[in-house]
């Protein structure tokens, strides 16, 4: 009998893991998608779904598995839930701003993420409601925002997840730098007041008036460091430097206070689970447990700021130990391709109406739940993390540099200036490269901008440089064109064992007639024709079969691209792919170095996203595989 519950033991514990097709993250989305939010709070189909921030938890970590995976499912989920909410003015149902409850400005985040990819203006409308509410939201007597209109005077760990990383997001779109100083106020505000400077751990909870039940009378703090608190902390912090401009003076600050909660809460991981308690530092007090959502958080925060180089590399052991906490304590199967979190707490908080007295045994009197969202969204996100970071990698990271130069178009932003724009990195919507860049990160790679024109001293720390659809006349009032001495230079930076990447565009939609110096370097020119025109939603028109044996493209048998040109070689430039007697795909070697040319910057987020084309193409696919044989190339 002891034998055979081992084995059912460990079945339960292994078997959700052992689908190839689902990664963990993705199995834990498909739960959340199945299960969560078909209560009465938002199923009432006359008052509406209920504004609350659990719901934009789960969006994020769904948010990631989208731009993981590019299935169209999980994006659709998010845009579904949040036109509930949403009107075509901006308005948000069931949402009141006067409740100053800062709880409810999480959610912008989400609203942020739809109106960045797909442009429509009601969800910049609604963020600017939330960022109204900041506005005008109650302070501290030094500036720290109250966490609700009904709890004066108090700030709460939790806090500063649901209002910082959007507001600090908000700031960047809308070019409000002003805000950025407030931000670093607001975590310097409650660390100041919350850390124990014995442990490095955070209360709860601060009463700047000190007339609370739940605060000491000499210090305003509660009485004890909830797990979930100081996960939400870890994990805005994380966030709000997505968004925190890189030269800021005060960054460095936010970095520091990552680094001292990380370093508090790691010394609390529990040594034989992995995970952390609902009370962190009372993991022997009877009646205490080990609790998913806090374990969740602190493994999402540390393995973001590893990747991200935020804090030192040896925190990779407590993300991996963590892990496997999290895996083994918490994660039970629920079916094919989904699993179950357990042991989430549903809610901890301070006063109210049914008192919360911040005492031990009232933490531990709240309810424990299987699936509970604020866990569910968490995990998502950890998982996610692990996920993306577990990716084979080059000891030495590669630079990939994508020019800005001869490709240096602007359009009027939401906040009214002038920005670039068209195939950069940092584009969210349909003619950026924000998928691609993702790509090249999980291989390991950091991404580089060139605004310059480029040279073998430019280029000299990059391992890949990539030159996407050159400017013509209408595209750019005074365009930068190549010429052959710049041709030369990039041609020095390629033979010495660079990677160059052309990814050029029709005749009209692109300059070739002086561009063509350069990969005329390597035996290619790009002919000025306009190959694959595709009307409407005729998506076979833009079809391109891949044959095997092209050393790059393994799993990858079909692809879109369209209104390309195609390409006459010599040597040393060989032909990778063709269709119909066109030359489609280029490769070739110089020197030490090498290049790969296409008519066309087929890799942009409008056709690697899922959203738009049908499954049969696979550009999402072809992008992984092509980063992949690009970083081997790097020398």
């Known amino acids: 009998m002891k034998r055979n519950l ?282 205490n447990y080990l609790e998913a959502s806090a374990s969740s958080m602190f493994v999402y925060a540390m393995a973001k700021a ?32 989904r699993v179950d979190l357990n042991r989430v707490v549903e809610v901890s908080g301070l006063g109210g109406k049914k008192y919360r007295d911040g005492s031990f045994e009232y933490y531990m009197s709240e309810p424990i739940r299987t699936n509970d969202p604020k866990g569910v969204g968490a995990f998502i996100l950890a998982s996610s993390e692990v996920e993306f970071a ?47 860049g993702r790509i090249f990160e999980q291989h390991g790679a950091k991404l580089n901008t060139l605004a310059d024109a480029p040279s073998a001293q430019k280029l000299g720390k990059s391992g890949i440089y990539i030159i996407v659809d050159p400017d013509t006349e209408k595209e750019t009032q005074k365009p930068n064109f190549m010429n052959e001495a710049e041709a030369k230079e990039i041609a020095k930076w390629v033979h010495k064992g660079g990677v160059l990447v052309l990814l050029l565009n029709d005749a009209g939609n692109c300059e070739l007639t002086k561009f063509n110096v350069l990969p005329q370097q390597f035996g290619i020119t790009f002919n000025e024709d306009s190959r694959n025109r595709v009307k409407g939603n005729q998506y076979e028109t833009g079809a391109i079969e891949i044959p095997t044996g092209t050393g790059i493209f393994d799993k990858t048998k079909k692809i879109y691209i369209k209104e390309i040109s195609t390409m006459q070689i010599k040597d040393p430039a060989k032909s990778l792919v063709e269709d119909q007697g066109d030359t489609i795909i280029v490769t070739a070697k110089y020197g030490k170095g090498t290049v790969f040319a296409i008519g066309d910057p087929w890799l942009y987020n409008e056709y690697v996203d899922g959203r738009k084309l049908p499954k049969a193409y696979q550009n999402f696919d072809a992008a992984n595989e092509l980063v992949s044989w690009l970083v081997k190339q790097a020398k």
Request: net charge neutral; proline share 4%; glycine share 8%.
């Open 6 to 287: 081992i084995v059912i033991v460990c079945f339960l514990l292994i078997a959700p893991f052992t689908h190839a097709q689902k990664a963990v993250s993705e199995q834990m989305a498909i739960t959340a998608m199945d299960k969560l939010f078909k209560d009465a709070r938002f199923t009432n189909p006359e008052k509406g779904p209920t504004w609350t921030y659990d719901m934009g938890v789960v969006l994020e970590g769904i948010a990631e598995v989208w731009r993981n995976t590019a299935d169209p499912v999980y994006f659709q989920y998010i845009e579904n839930w949040m036109d509930q909410y949403v009107g075509e003015d901006g308005t948000i149902r069931n949402y009141k701003a006067t409740e100053y409850n800062i709880d409810h400005v999480k959610n912008g985040r989400s609203l942020l993420f739809l109106y960045k990819v797909t442009g429509k203006q009601k969800y910049l409308k609604a963020s600017e409601k939330l960022y109204a509410q900041l506005k005008t939201h109650p302070r501290t007597n030094e500036g720290g925002f109250w966490h609700k209109h009904i709890y004066p005077n108090q700030m709460w760990l939790d806090g500063l997840y649901m209002a910082q990383p959007f507001y600090t997001e908000y700031a960047a779109l809308m070019n409000i730098p002003e805000i950025y100083e407030d931000v670093v106020n607001q975590f310097t505000y409650m660390e100041n007041h919350a850390r124990d400077a014995k442990t490095g751990l955070l209360y709860h909870g601060w009463d700047e008036s000190r007339k609370e039940r739940w605060s000491d009378p000499q210090t305003g703090l509660s009485k004890h460091f909830w797990g979930r608190g100081m996960g939400w902390y870890a994990m805005a912090l994380v966030d709000v430097l997505d968004n925190f401009p890189q030269d800021h003076p005060r960054r460095k600050e936010l970095i520091q206070i990552l680094n001292r909660t990380l370093t508090a809460a790691a010394k609390f991981q529990d040594k034989k689970s992995g995970v952390w308690y609902d009370i962190l530092d009372l993991g022997t007090r009877e009646g």
């Open 306 to 337: 590893v990747r991200k180089g935020y804090v030192s590399s040896s925190f990779q052991k407590n993300v991996d130990k963590g892990y496997a906490g999290l895996l083994k304590e918490f994660v039970t199967p629920a079916g094919q391709d």
């Open 390 to 436: 577990k990716h084979p990698k080059k000891k030495k990271p590669v630079t990939v540099t994508l020019d800005n130069f001869y490709n240096k178009e602007f359009k009027k932003g939401p906040s009214g200036q002038l920005e670039p724009y068209h195939y950069l990195w940092n584009g969210d919507d349909n003619n950026g490269f924000f998928l691609l």
